[in-house]
């Protein structure tokens, strides 16, 4: 059985919701550069790995649909 092409949308997403995940991780590197948080940072770095959590699972759920 053939692997059937990526639609162009389908690869535009993927390539939006990879790069917002790396977005998500330079901040949380520069974070974590710090010796200690303020509680505003503590929540923003809390925040951005919920949401870098919930892109991961966005491209895996993505990367299955291309493959079925």
Same mark, same amino acid.
């Given at each position: ?12 997403? *993927?390539?939006?919701?990879?790069? &917002? /995940?790396? %977005?998500?991780? *330079?901040?949380? %590197? &520069?974070?974590?550069? /710090? ?5 505003? &940072?503590?929540? &923003? %770095?809390?925040? *951005? ?10 491209? *895996?759920?993505?990367?299955? /649909?291309?493959?079925?």
């Amino acid at each position: 059985m053939q692997k059937q092409q990526n639609p162009p949308d389908v690869q535009a997403r *993927l390539n939006h919701l990879r790069a &917002e /995940h790396a %977005r998500l991780e *330079l901040r949380l %590197r &520069e974070l974590d550069k /710090h010796l200690s948080l303020t509680p505003d &940072e503590q929540i &923003e %770095r809390a925040n *951005l790995k919920k949401a870098k959590l919930q892109l991961k699972d966005d491209i *895996l759920r993505w990367q299955h /649909h291309i493959r079925l």
